[in-house]
C-alpha cells in the first residue's frame, strides 16, 4: 500500500540559502533550478527511507480493516479520519473513540479502542481510507542533519560542485533513517 499525498508539505526539507549556497549558484538567477533540485532530491530520500520529513497529509485505501493498520511514512503525527463504505456502499466515518492510534511506532498504526472491533465493510476495492499527517515538523529545523547532508549533496552534485565519490557515498547518510 503506497500512501497518497493530499496536502504536500509547505516547506523545504533544507534552507533554500543552504542549497543554493551548496550549488554555489549565489547571484545567479538559478533559484528555480535550485529549488527544484531540492524537491528531487527530497523525493528520493523520502523513497529511500521510506520516511515523510515535513509535515504532510496523506491518504492510504484499504479493501477492508485489518487488525491492526499501518500508516507508511513516519513520523505518524495525528490521523485526520477513517472512512469506510459501509455493507449498503454508503460512506461512514469512524467515530475516533472506535480507534486508537499508535504514534509511538514506526511506522505509526490504528488498531480498534479496547471492547470495540472494526465494522463490516462493501465487498469492494478500496472500502477503507485513512487520511493521517506526517512528518517530522512544518520545516527544515525539524529535519535530521543526515537528511540535510543528504539534499545537500544531491544538490551539489547536480550542480556539478561535487566529486563522482562524494556524491556515490551520499546514499550512506541516509542508513540511520531508513524504516524496515
Known amino acids: 500500500m503506497t ?5 504536500p508539505p509547505a516547506e523545504l526539507a533544507v534552507s533554500l540559502d543552504s542549497a543554493i549556497t551548496a550549488a554555489r549558484a549565489n547571484g545567479a538567477g538559478l533559484d528555480d533550478e535550485v529549488k527544484q533540485a531540492v524537491l528531487t532530491a527530497t523525493a528520493e530520500a523520502e523513497f529511500e527511507t521510506q520516511r515523510a520529513f515535513i509535515t504532510q497529509t496523506l491518504r492510504i485505501t484499504l479493501d477492508r480493516f485489518e487488525g491492526a493498520i499501518k500508516l507508511p511514512r513516519p513520523r505518524l503525527i495525528s490521523v485526520v479520519h477513517v472512512k ?3 455493507q449498503a456502499g454508503q460512506q461512514q ?10 504514534t509511538e511506532s514506526e511506522p505509526g498504526y ?3 479502542a479496547p471492547g ?3 465494522p ?3 465487498a469492494r476495492i478500496n472500502a477503507v481510507e485513512v487520511q493521517y499527517v506526517a512528518g517530522y515538523g512544518p520545516d527544515h529545523t525539524s529535519v535530521p542533519d543526515s537528511v540535510k547532508g543528504f539534499i545537500l ?4 552534485e547536480q550542480f556539478g560542485q561535487l566529486s563522482a565519490s562524494m556524491g556515490a557515498s551520499a546514499l550512506r547518510l541516509l ?3 531508513v524504516v524496515y
Open 93 to 102: 466515518t469512524l467515530d475516533p473513540q472506535d480507534y486508537q492510534v499508535d
Open 84 to 86: 469506510f463504505l459501509d
Open 116 to 118: 470495540k472491533a472494526w
Open 110 to 112: 490504528i488498531v480498534p
Open 153 to 156: 549533496r544531491r544538490v551539489a
Open 3 to 7: 500512501p497518497k499525498v493530499i496536502i
Open 120 to 122: 463490516a465493510t462493501a
Open 175 to 177: 542508513d540511520g533513517e
